[in-house]
């Protein structure tokens, strides 16, 4: 197999995921721009290996090492303010995306501060925080397509955004180069979640101010104890399941959403009796139910007790938690 120089072999991951995991990808390029993605896909063709794309890695569990070529999004040049239209490269830190939109009068996102990771890990699965999404604020996306080699333009209508979903879940040939945001002109603050309907924000940078409070007060430093954030979606049921429900446990916690029911699964969880609870070197945080924290190089511990935690949540609530991160 003939390298190039860009490729690196058997790079270790652990610096490149927040959960610390040290698995190896047994190759790796960084990409930074379109000359880099060229490079990496004649490699792929030609050597006929599977490709993961990798942000800042805080929403990946790596359970085994990787085998093919591990992309890193190194695009982080361009922020292009066009009215209230802003191009931004998929490589950029999201928080300071948010921060920068903030300084220049284009509002929106300012419920999603303090959300680790790149721009463009947003839509993946569609991220969202305190009563916002990020697709309620993207015009359109901009992609290499690794089967093609193409530049395509898809519009948002076109990527199936859901409740963490979206269309790239399931097309992880399409490496996110550049998102179009449509912002607002105007402030109009969004405190329709619960902790914020105390306050009566004037400007965005107060509202910022005070989610990226209650951020460092209810989750993990994933620096200091490494996380994914929430480690399952709140699962979805349908409303006569919710009867039942409701019939045992008086004081579930659910929301609406659309035709179905939303439920707590940090609810689920503390009824479980997990909140705290340890598998050897990984541990439900005691701050946050969702977050499981990895104290290992490996990713055994935490797998083990996120089986665990489904198992008993399954057993007691007939519940499926389905995973949020990407298990690769
Ligand atoms: C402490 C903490 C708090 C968090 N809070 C929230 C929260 O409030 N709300 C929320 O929604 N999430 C939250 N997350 C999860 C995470 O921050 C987001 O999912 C973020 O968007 C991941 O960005 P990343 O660059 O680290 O992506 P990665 O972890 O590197 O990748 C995640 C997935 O996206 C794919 N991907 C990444 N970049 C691209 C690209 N350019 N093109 C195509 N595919 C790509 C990867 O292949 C992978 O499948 C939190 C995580 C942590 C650690």
């Given at each position: 197999m003939k390298l190039q120089k860009k490729i690196v072999t058997n790079k270790n991951l652990s610096k490149l995921n927040s959960l610390q995991i040290g698995v190896k990808a047994k190759y790796f390029i960084e990409c930074k721009t379109d000359a880099d993605l060229e490079i990496a896909f004649n490699f792929i063709k030609t050597n006929k290996i599977k490709f993961l794309i990798l942000g800042d890695?805080?929403?990946?569990?790596?359970k085994e090492p990787y085998k093919g070529l591990v992309i890193k999004n190194g695009f982080k040049k361009e922020k292009k303010i066009i009215k209230n239209k802003v191009k931004v490269s998929s490589g950029y830190n999201w928080d300071r995306f948010v921060s920068f939109c903030i300084e220049n009068s284009l509002?929106?996102?300012?419920?999603?501060?303090?959300?680790?990771?790149t721009v463009g890990a947003?839509?993946?699965?569609?991220i969202g925080a305190y009563g916002e999404e990020i697709s309620n604020y993207i015009d359109h996306i901009e992609v290499y397509n690794f089967k093609t080699g193409n530049i395509e333009i898809l519009n948002k209508m076109n990527c199936s955004f859901d409740y963490r979903n979206s269309l790239f879940k399931k097309n992880?040939?399409?490496?996110?180069k550049n998102i179009f945001f449509k912002l607002k002109s105007e402030f109009i603050a969004n405190n329709s979640y619960q902790d914020l309907q105390v306050y009566k924000f004037k400007k965005a940078t107060e509202i910022r101010k005070s989610i990226l409070k209650i951020r460092n007060q209810k989750l993990e430093n994933y620096l200091t104890k490494p996380n994914v954030g929430s480690f399952f979606k709140n699962p979805l049921i349908k409303k006569k399941d919710l009867k039942k429900l409701l019939c045992h446990e008086t004081d579930l916690k659910f929301y609406n959403h659309n035709s179905l029911i939303k439920v707590s699964a940090a609810w689920l969880i503390e009824k479980c009796n997990l909140k705290g609870f340890r598998v050897d070197k990984a541990r439900v945080s005691k701050k946050h139910s969702l977050v499981l924290i990895n104290e290992?190089?490996?990713p055994i511990s935490i797998l083990k007790l996120k089986d665990k935690i489904k198992t008993n949540v399954f057993k007691k609530y007939n519940i499926k938690l389905e995973e949020e991160p990407t298990i690769v």
């Open positions: 890695g805080t929403n990946i569990v790596f509002y929106g996102l300012e419920n999603l501060s303090g959300i680790p990771g947003g839509p993946i699965q569609n992880k040939h399409l490496f996110i290992d190089k490996t």
